[in-house]
């Protein structure tokens, strides 16, 4: 098995302040049966991961019929197995009352097949979608600026110069839905 550099968070900033995170501090005070009513409800989009799915084969579909090419897959938002920090056997577990929390098997399926999965879904079609309007909807708004990781060569818009002419001159010349065309 290959060996792979694992660090902390790459994408964390150090002039973060407390309010750019969620916070949990509430734990500690939720009853036992809170918590256990809580639990099951993260299972329960199991359920409908089908329908979520079809809808990334659907987006995929629909990007594809269109022409685009180079699009990212579903594996590419997905950690390899190789990078997870645990395996089944050095997988730690708590030391609580509950059997289901002190079960190696139950941690490693959610912390390297469930969540990994479930994220990795989720920006495989947020991805898709930011591609979708930027396809479409080459105009400006203030989320636009997040949609780099989704950049196009160029926009429907784009495609006909009259209709490239009518755009706003930064909506016509955004690097993010206007590139440099490759073959």
């Not at 734990?27 to 036992?32: D, E, K, L, N, V």
Request: proline residues 6%; glycine residues 6%; contains cysteine.
């Amino acid at each position: 098995m290959q060996t792979v550099e694992v660090t902390t968070c790459s994408g964390c900033s150090a002039g973060e302040t407390a309010t750019d995170r969620a916070s949990f501090l509430g734990f500690r005070t939720r009853s036992i049966l809170i918590q256990a009513i809580a639990l099951p409800l993260i299972y329960i989009p199991i359920l409908f991961l089908p329908f979520v799915i079809l809808c990334g084969l659907f987006t995929y579909a629909h990007l594809r019929l269109m022409g685009a090419t180079r699009i990212k897959g579903f594996r590419d938002f997905v950690p390899r197995r190789e990078t997870h920090r645990y395996t089944t056997r050095d997988q730690p577990v708590l030391g609580n009352n509950i059997p289901l929390m002190r079960s190696k098997l139950y941690w490693s399926f959610n912390c390297t097949v469930y969540c990994p999965n479930s994220v990795g879904l989720f920006a495989w079609i947020t991805y898709m979608v930011k591609i979708v309007e930027n396809w479409w909807c080459p105009f400006f708004h203030e989320r636009k600026g997040s949609y780099s990781d989704a950049k196009i060569d160029q926009s429907f818009w784009h495609m006909y110069r009259d209709s490239a002419d009518k755009l706003h001159p930064s909506d016509r010349e955004n690097p993010i839905w206007n590139g440099k065309p490759e073959s």
